[in-house]
């Protein structure tokens, strides 16, 4: 079986005030190809820690993350971003938009930063497709929480990446808006063909996955499958 | 193992980014613009004016000279001299000038005035500008004076009245606007009365002692003034004329303007480095608020470089802009100059662009705007993209090395561009220490007094009070900012106040009955008993009579001056060699000198080596040193002499003074004139006296000095004016930096206003913690700046004028409040539209 990610002894610890705190210890999980895979545990278990991990925008302490083929460790920072920009989109809690650009500008980002030819083409052709064609030159501020999400969804799929990190992808929406958001993410990436991990602690959501891990106080718990 | 290929988006891609970016946030890149266009306006303006002058002055030097080169001397040109003008083809025109007191007919006045007497076709290009027109060309003919026409205003002369020089009575044909040869500083102390050269034997005013120039002008189209420069040059300086060519001179009064120039230049650079700091400060926060930003782009795939330059262009663009704008405002602000400098600019002017000052400009905003952008701009190197995820993620902040390295960068540049202004790398140095150090002390002072509040923090203040002093030390808090901008501001402009009040008070006449307001000049020695009786006559008494004898330097330490003149590598100043001397000799000090090294001799004999006492300023000029000898030329004698003592004189004493003394029992047998001070009481004693004294000996000279006050106070008013007016500049960029400081902390100010309006304080209340903020501010700023001005300038008056400081109050009594109050109304205009709206609706909007 073919791994996009493999995650091998990976240990990270940050420092507070003079105390060493332990965030990861020794976690070791492999994702296959075209699987959706869901992180989850309570706040404080390290689950966000290991997605940024495993999305290379930090470094372990030790042990290794491999994605794509490529040890992050042995990049440098602009490499994992180049990495990133070609293999990787990303859905954020907080939608992580950009308040100075409109919603078609958002999306196109990740295309121009690939030096993508007629990106505003596709970029259109995206936020028609999470019902927004009639949002493109709307900032941020002037949409709702779910409209940015979806923006945010449609600039995750926008390079078409190997693997799609969602953090939390609901954690900020109503229960109504966080459902259809939900639907989307997952019918996207069913179109796509694209490796997907949540990072959730709501359960319903991880068991609408494939696979599933749960984190407690740094340590991985369970590999199971989902229901 | 695949390694990442390189980031395919190129350069226009940045530009894009930089562009949708910069878009929303227009409204505070153009208030950090703001902040540099004034300072870029000063800059270019000075320099476009400077440049265009000097063009004017090189483009009309034959107009300004006249001729195209002019021979002169201070005496009459002995045989050496007049055989080399003959071996030039002789002179094409010439003038005897001296000052003399003039009266006129219908009128009780007297005035000193500078009598030119011409002979020729002179001036042989430009024209002697007169009212009536054909007054320039009929005088001669004539035989009558062409008269200043301000002189002619202020007495109220018309043409056809009669002006009395000395012997001879000539009718006035018209108003001399302008001619050339005449210099309008001078002017204003003795205008010119332009005359045929005919009449200057009949007036019998040359006489022993009178201080005369002798002109010859050559119109010589052909001739090769470099050449004459470098070979006739030196041997007229042996016979102690002189040749001056029509492009030297208008070289050299170029550099003179120039200088002034340069001073301005550098009090417009601390008004644009003064909106150099504003704009560190704003994109310091701006910056800031763009880290979660730049935390993203990276987190998307941008690197670290795509990231840092969409940043820099933005703010390179800004600095552009800012340098267009405050090009087209230093080009407007020149048109202003003339009008401010008016009759002391030596030439009409036809102001143009100064293609250099337009670029120096640009580059100039660019520049800068990066520069001190620089240190919070290199912070997004560091920012983790993991701050998408954690916003606590840290690495945003620069490692010691390298905000050392910025700070070199910015000063080695300030430095440079100060080089590039002053062309002296010594003040150049200076005056980036001195900006460094000011600085520093308004910065320190800002601290202190940050954490003199810290730790004296006055509990028992009610809560208003309490809530605006913690204003001042809370995160991101403008303090230290706004302390330098209202701190520089108040320095710049207290210590112009502080200096010219110096430079006036050294030519004040002190009311002291000793101190004399009258000079009589040329007074010969068959007059002295006349000019005694005269002055006892008017209720006057003689203060000093001063025997003066001229003479000129023959040898210094056994060399004569014609070898020194001649070793290229001599240490004499040129006007040592070539000066007449007014000397005098007395057996005592007086109240100007001090003994400095030596021993006074109060009296010699002539037999052997005279014992001399020479000035300060003589022995650094002549680098000569106590036991020297030098031998004196007094007209045909040669004396041998030598430095017993060194005297310092308060030249700025409106008294006469003397770079060489002679003790008593030498000259007094020797041809002499003397010079007499007096004081009159008032203006009408004083007309009343120098009327008599005119008619009695019109050969006199009267130095009114009461006049000569009044004619340097409209000289520094003058130059005062376009300093204040540059300085001025600092002033509106530090309300501008005050303003962008405000802006860019709003949105604080606001969530602060709103969390105290939700816990329920009143408008009026959040009204006072802002006012009161504001007021601690203004306050501090502009005392600890007009603190530091108070003191540099008691140094500068301790040090380099040697002279007690009285500071004038205008800085305590209008500056301090004023700018206080400035402050304030600015802080709370800003905040205005905060506390009168609904904190909801305020957080919706912002």
Redesign the interface.
Known sequence: MAYILKVDHLTKSYRSGSRELTVLNDVSFSIPEGATFAIVGPSGSGKTTLLGLCAGLDIADSGTVTLCGTTLSSLTEDERAILRNEKVGFVFQDFQLLPTLTALENVVVPLELLGVKHAETTGRTLLEKVGLGDRLDHYPNQLSGGEQQRVALARAFANKPAILFADEPTGNLDEATGEKVTDLLFELNKEAGTTLVIVTHDMELARMTDHMIRLKGGKLMKNETAV | ??????????FS?LL??AW??????WGRILLFMASTILGIGAVVSIQSFSDTLKENIAFQSKELMGADYIIDSDKEPNERVQFLMDSLGGFDAREVSFASMASFSGTDQTRLVRVRGIEGGFPFYGSLETTPENAAQDYQQKGGALMDATLMMQFDIQPGDTINLGEISLPVLGALKKAPGSNSMFGAIAPPVIIPFRFIGPSQLVQLGSRVDYEFYFEDTTADLEVLDETVDPMLDDENADLDTHTSTSSRLGRRYENFGKFLNLVAFIALLLGCVGIASSIHIYIKEKLG?VA???????????TFMIYLLQIAFMGFLGGIIGVGVGLLLQQFFPYFLGDLLPVNLSLSVSVPAVVSGLLLGVIMSVLFALYPLLTTLGV???Q???KQAAGSSLSRKWAWGVFGTIFLSIFLISLWLLDNARYALWFVIGIGVTFAILSGAAHLFMKGIKRYFPKHWNFEARQSLLNLFRPQNQTLILILAIGVGSFLISTLYFTKDMLLAQATLEDQQNNPNIVLLDVQSDQRQGVTKTIEGNEMNVISDIPIVTMRIASIKGRPVNEIRRDTVNEVNRWILSHEFRTTYRDHMVDSEELISGAFVDSADRQGVIPISVSENFVDDANVSLGDSISFNVQGVIMPTVIKSVRRVDWSRMEPNFNILFPAGILENAPQFRVFTTKAGNENVSARFQQQLVRLFPNISVLDLRQLLNVLQDLLGKISWIINFIASFSIITGIIVLFGAIRSTRFQRIRESVLLRTLGARGKQITRIVALEYLYLGALGSLIGILLSLISCWLLAYFAFDTTFVPSWFPFVVLFPGITLLTLIIGWSNSRGVIKSAPLKVLRRE
Do not use: F, I, V, Y
């Open positions: 193992m695949n390694t990442p290929k390189k980031q395919k988006a190129g891609w894009k980014m949708r970016d910069g878009r929303a946030s930003a993203l782009l990276k987190c998307l795939g941008a690197t670290r470089r795509q983790s993209p993991l998408t995820l954690r």
